[in-house]
Each structure stands twice: as structure tokens, then as C-alpha cells.
């Protein structure tokens, strides 16, 4: 089956730096990728649509400025965390779909654990 | 509003039993809905994908079914194992750009 690798799997950090997550399709071309976050005991939220070669469209309440995705490629979307706080630690997902394939499941990465000191 | 619920937060059973989990949905008539496996510290894994014409579909030791009248999927797993524990997830389809709006999840425990 396809394969999303994300990277890294977990993350420490110090409050104030910012810190980089990458996502990679890595046998199929993926137009459009989903960041989720999830929260303990919480289910997964979306955060934002990643569209290659396009801006990113995130949901409601989440900060386009301090949550920055960047889609340059059919098999790599990245989301940087700026200025990371302590209310920024959460599990942090993301997801794709083979380009042109609509209505079907959905290929998640191992996720990453962001702790922000 | 739309909702996706799955109202059982925990399910404890025994090895060798049948474990139903429920997945409910409110103000709103699906295509289809998906069930996904979640581990601790990981990504979520598709399991089965059930359409709203499709009464039943099966997958080795799942089974889904979808009834659109109590508005509501059940998801079971025969001869369970302590190797099926996990968090159990109903999606359903989300915006137009084909993203996927989860429940909150049913956490199985299977003991020996």
C-alpha cells in the first residue's frame, strides 16, 4: 500500500524556536495534503489542506502565520511551527490521497509529538 | 450541525469475543464512512470503508455494517485478540477538497 513517511517522529523543544515537520508520499504523487493535530484522549482535528504548488487553506482558529505549510512538490508538504508555546505540545498528523482519487481513504504518516518547554 | 459520534470512549473484552463498536451520525446522510486503527504515538490505519448502499462489507475478521434509518455503523471484530487493543476511528467525508472529519475514537482492550 502507500507509504507517508513524516518526519520527525518526536520533537523537544525550547518556547520561542520554531520547528519543522516534513511529510513525504513516498510511492505516489500526492496533490493535496491534510495536517491534522490531535490532543490526548481528543480526536484528530484538521488544521489545514495542502495544495502543491498553491497556498495552503487552513480551517477556522488555526493561525496561517505560526502554523506555515509549504507544498513545493507532488510528494513533499512540510509545516513549520513558529514561535513554538507549551499550548503548541500536541500530536501533530499528516495525510494524503493519490492525485486524482476522490471519496477514498486516506494514507497517514506515523505522526510527530511536539513538546514545547 | 453535522456530527460523527462515537459514544463508547472505552471497550474492555475478553479474548475470543466479539467486539461491537458504534459509530452515530446526526443531520446529515453520508456517502460512505471509513474505520480506522490508531496506536499509541501513531498515525491512524485504514481498515474499511463502507458506502451508504452497501449494507455489510467484510475484511477477514471485520466487519462493517451501515443503517441509514438508526443513522448509525457498526464495526465488529470476531475471535478478538490482545493484539486487536488499539483506538478504534469512524471518519466520515469532510469538505470538498476530500479531507476526512474523525469521532473521537473507541479504545479496545482485548484481555487474555
Known amino acids: 500500500g502507500a507509504v507517508v513517511s513524516q518526519h520527525p517522529s518526536r520533537v523537544i523543544c525550547k518556547s520561542g524556536t520554531s520547528v519543522k515537520i516534513e511529510c513525504r508520499s513516498l510511492?505516489?504523487?500526492?496533490?493535496?495534503m491534510f495536517w491534522y493535530r490531535q490532543f490526548p484522549k481528543q480526536s484528530l482535528m484538521l488544521m489545514a489542506t495542502?495544495?502543491?504548488?498553491?497556498?495552503?487553506?487552513?480551517e477556522q482558529g488555526v493561525e496561517k502565520d505560526k502554523f506555515l505549510i509549504n507544498h513545493a512538490s507532488l510528494t513533499l508538504s512540510t509545516l513549520t511551527v513558529t514561535s513554538a508555546h507549551p499550548e503548541d505540545s500536541s500530536f501533530y498528523i499528516c495525510?494524503?490521497?493519490?492525485?486524482?482519487?476522490?471519496?477514498?481513504?486516506?494514507?497517514f504518516g506515523s505522526g510527530t509529538q511536539l513538546s514545547v518547554l | 450541525s453535522q456530527k460523527i459520534e462515537q459514544n463508547s470512549e472505552a471497550l474492555n473484552i475478553q479474548e475470543g469475543k466479539t467486539a461491537t463498536l458504534t459509530c452515530n451520525y446526526t443531520?446529515?446522510?453520508?456517502?460512505?464512512l471509513q474505520w480506522y486503527r490508531q496506536d499509541p504515538g501513531r498515525g491512524p490505519v485504514f481498515l474499511l470503508l463502507?458506502?451508504?448502499?452497501?449494507k455489510e462489507k467484510r475484511k477477514e475478521r471485520l466487519k462493517v455494517t451501515f443503517d441509514t434509518t438508526l443513522k448509525q455503523s457498526l464495526f465488529h471484530i470476531t475471535a478478538s485478540q490482545p493484539a486487536d487493543s488499539a483506538t478504534y476511528l469512524c471518519?466520515?467525508?469532510?469538505?470538498?477538497?476530500?479531507?476526512?472529519?474523525f469521532g473521537k475514537g473507541t479504545k479496545l482492550s482485548v484481555k487474555p
Open positions: 443531520n446529515y446522510s453520508p456517502a460512505y
Open positions: 471518519a466520515k467525508a469532510g469538505g470538498s477538497q476530500g479531507n476526512l472529519i
Open positions: 495525510s494524503a490521497r493519490e492525485s486524482g482519487r476522490t471519496g477514498e481513504k486516506l494514507f
Open positions: 495542502s495544495n502543491e504548488g498553491s497556498k495552503a487553506t487552513y
Open positions: 510511492d505516489f504523487q500526492a496533490t493535496t
Open positions: 463502507i458506502r451508504e448502499n452497501e
